[in-house]
Antibody, heavy 122, light 107 residues
Framework: EVQLVQSEAEVKKPGESLKISCKGS????????IGWVRQMPGKGLEWMGI????????RYSPSFQGQVTISVDKSISSAYLQWSSLEASDTAKYYCARRGVVGGHWEAFDIWGQGTMVTVSS | DIQMTQSPSTLSASVGDRVTITCRAS??????LAWYQQKPGKAPKLLIYKASNLESGVPSRFSGSGSGTEFTLTISSLQPDDFATYYC?????????FGGGTKVEIK
């Protein structure tokens, strides 16, 4: 079964660092882009960025460039989203998702992780 | 960046109704558009890709149409399981932005 499994919920204080994970299985992890999506409480979906595990090519939304870092560890089929200094406004649920491919063209996000809730509060 | 605008933001409908949601792009995205369904507390689920292609396993009452800047998602006969929030997303160029969402509520 193709799936993405994310790390558990986190509760952090402002100023702390954090790295959450997304582990792929059931497919060739290095051959598909993995993206990250933020959903703040009661709000819509926001595209944060994406990474290609094969060569670590990474693209960020201008809204998140410099605010987070996306990385990957091919050896354990895992992608990561990290913050160096959290703020209360980072409180949200974060999803990873795989970008599908059809007929050799990159398509929409076809497989999603279950989400990781990050709560930042003093 | 390409902006995606969905309408309406909320829609009240009854079981059996035909429902249409619109998504507009700020510039042409050809057919590089997807529709997702999200239920409370759950991850989004892909319904339609490349504007009109039904994802495997998705009921045929869902359909998508459009190209360029204007797109629609239609549910031909609304079922109890369809009450959810729907999002469009373009994937023409980075960043791959989402629309603001349309919540389909029970009338």
């Amino acid at each position: 079964e193709v799936q993405l499994v994310q790390s558990e919920a986190e509760v952090k204080k402002p100023g702390e660092s954090l790295k959450i994970s997304c582990k792929g299985s059931g497919y060739s992890f290095t051959s598909y882009w993995i993206g990250w999506v933020r959903q703040m409480p009661g709000k819509g979906l926001e595209w944060m960025g994406i990474i290609y595990p094969g060569d670590s090519d990474t693209r960020y939304s201008p809204s998140f460039q410099g605010q987070v870092t996306i990385s990957v560890d091919k050896s354990i089929s895992s992608a990561y989203l990290q913050w160096s200094s959290l703020e209360a406004s980072d409180t949200a649920k974060y999803y990873c998702a795989r970008r599908g491919v059809v007929g050799g063209h990159w398509e929409a996000f076809d497989i999603w992780g279950q989400g990781t809730m990050v709560t930042v509060s003093s | 960046d390409i902006q995606m605008t969905q309408s309406p933001s909320t829609l009240s409908a009854s079981v059996g109704d035909r429902v249409t949601i619109t998504c507009r792009a700020s510039q042409s995205i050809s057919s590089w558009l997807a529709w997702y369904q999200q239920k409370p507390g759950k991850a989004p689920k892909l319904l339609i890709y490349k504007a009109s292609n039904l994802e495997s396993g998705v009921p045929s009452r869902f359909s998508g149409s459009g190209s360029g800047t204007e797109f629609t998602l239609t549910i031909s006969s609304l079922q109890p399981d369809d009450f959810a929030t729907y999002y469009c997303q373009h994937y023409n160029t980075y960043p791959l932005t989402f629309g603001g969402g349309t919540k389909v509520e029970i009338k």
